[in-house]
């Protein structure tokens, strides 16, 4: 089962610029966390917003969540090549539960 | 941290064989372990769920008579692809739960190759 839809599917910036991803997803959450994996590689946690926050931060990265409309966004700032990767959404409907992936968003930044 | 360690991490098999994909929680307990699969480019779907001493839980579409799964320990869930076919080619990963701080642990993965 997939939980909702990146958007883009594939984003290319160049090093610098800002890149913005955006996760929509179907029933409620718990919590909703984005991902990131490099070509073959595991899942590397990027960051977790419970169900009742709006916005976090983390270095580069700010993540917003709005619940009314079911959808969160990823932006990584001054993007750089080591950010080329793939990023997914995951949602859990309540602690324990199996997190659910979005479809994930393909970013690649040149130099 | 939390960490999960999955095994082996690459394995290529011949058709029809049988292939065990170990995961194993290593410094807390995990009540519950998650399966997935990842297709080239595509996102990781969940498989099944399965909690300690009690039988998995697989998604729809999922054939547990080929996808084996036993979670016979708190530290320990294993996935056994049977009767392995080219299709079954794949990326697997685990993740597991229980860890009070971090949720949510992952493998790092199996690239199940079938030939």
């Known amino acids: 089962s997939q939980q909702g839809e990146e958007d883009p599917q594939a984003l290319s910036i160049q090093e610098g610029e800002n890149a913005t991803m955006n996760c929509s997803y179907k029933?409620?959450?718990?919590?909703l966390q984005w991902y990131r994996q490099n070509s073959g590689r595991g899942l590397v946690h990027l960051i977790l917003?419970?169900?009742?926050?709006r916005e976090k931060h983390s270095g580069r990265l700010r993540v917003t969540l709005d619940t009314s409309k079911k959808s969160s966004s990823l932006l990584i700032t001054a993007s750089r090549a080591a950010d080329t990767a793939s990023y997914f959404c995951?949602?859990?409907?309540?602690?324990?539960?199996?997190?659910?992936f979005g479809k994930g968003t393909t970013l690649s930044v040149s130099s | 941290g939390a960490v999960v360690s999955q095994h082996p991490s690459r394995v290529i098999c011949k058709s029809g064989t049988s292939v065990k994909i170990e995961c194993r929680s290593l410094d807390f307990q995990a009540t519950t372990m998650f399966w997935y699969r990842q297709f080239p480019k595509k996102s990781l779907m969940l498989m099944a769920t399965?909690?300690?001493?009690?039988?998995?839980?697989?998604e729809q579409g999922v054939e547990k008579d080929k996808f084996l799964i036993n979670h016979a320990s708190l530290t320990l869930s294993t996935l056994t692809v049977t009767s392995a076919h080219p299709e079954d080619s794949s990326f697997y990963i685990c993740?597991?739960?229980?860890?009070?701080?971090?949720?949510?642990?992952f493998g790092s993965g199996t690239r199940l190759t079938v030939v």
């Open positions: 995951a949602t859990d409907k309540q602690a324990g539960t199996a997190l659910i």
């Open positions: 993740s597991a739960s229980g860890h009070a701080v971090y949720g949510y642990t």
């Open positions: 917003i419970r169900s009742n926050e």
């Open positions: 399965s909690n300690e001493g009690s039988k998995a839980t697989y």
């Open positions: 029933t409620s959450i718990n919590n």
